[in-house]
């Protein structure tokens, strides 16, 4: 089984400032990692992934992830956030292992709030 | 990418009364789906994992009594909420996963159905 900590619950920003968002997981398998974006009333969109390679990975919308495999951690970053990247931001893992297969682990979710 | 898509997007509906969602893959085959469940401000849970052709497999806690699925199509699922109480009222997502095969796949969101009871 896996489990996923965001540390953040709420994260205000202001716009063109840095931000970054820290996920931590726990588990018994190897896992593929995954952060999600929702914005309101809408369904998750997928930022970003590790698989397997290199451990800084990037997605879209500027943002990228690096995956520490000795802290089991996997945090989110973009050097300069605007308006528009207000919203839930979720960090998921999935173990590699066939009865995992599909199955994604949520984190708590942590809402990014950027301000003029 | 590919399109999940859910309908209705809102529902509202009284206490004792069912409600059908469906979730498509508009341009992709879909043998699984996945039910997920969010209340405000939480994570998503998974409920379910919805299977073309059997029946589908139950997280634990899920009523599947309550929560029924029905995987019609290799493009379409159903989650029933059967006699639905304000208890059940959440947004409802789906995902769908690009590939049949058992290994890494991207999966695909739906928009959510946010389901009222009053």
């Known amino acids: 089984a896996q489990s996923v900590t965001q540390l953040d619950s709420q994260v205000p920003v202001f716009e063109e400032a840095p931000v970054e968002l820290r996920c931590n997981y726990s588990s018994s398998v190897s896992v593929y990692l995954f952060w999600y974006v929702q914005y309101p009333n809408q369904g998750l969109q997928l930022l970003l992934k590790y698989l397997s390679g290199s451990t800084l990975v990037k997605g879209i919308n500027g943002f990228e992830a690096e995956f520490n495999k000795s802290q089991t951690s996997f945090h989110l970053r973009k050097p300069s956030v605007h308006i528009s990247d207000t919203a839930e931001y979720f960090c998921a893992v999935r173990g590699m292992t066939t009865d995992s297969w599909g199955k994604l682990q949520f984190g708590a979710g942590t809402q990014v709030v950027v301000t003029p | 990418g590919a399109v999940v898509s859910q309908h209705p997007s809102r529902v509202i509906c009284k206490s004792g009364t069912s409600v059908k969602i469906e979730c498509r893959s508009l341009d992709f085959q879909a043998t699984t789906m996945f039910w997920y469940r969010q209340f405000p401000k939480q994570s998503l849970m998974l409920m379910a994992t919805?299977?073309?052709?059997?029946?589908?497999?139950?997280e634990q806690g899920v009523e599947k009594d309550k929560f029924l699925i029905n995987h019609a199509s290799l493009t379409l699922s159903t989650l029933t909420v059967t006699s639905a109480h304000p208890e059940d009222s959440s947004f409802y997502i789906c995902?769908?996963?690009?590939?049949?095969?058992?290994?890494?796949?991207?999966?695909?969101f739906g928009p959510g159905t946010r389901l009222t009871v009053l």
């Open positions: 919805s299977n073309e052709g059997s029946k589908a497999t139950y």
């Open positions: 995902s769908a996963p690009t590939s049949g095969a058992r290994s890494y796949n991207e999966q695909f």
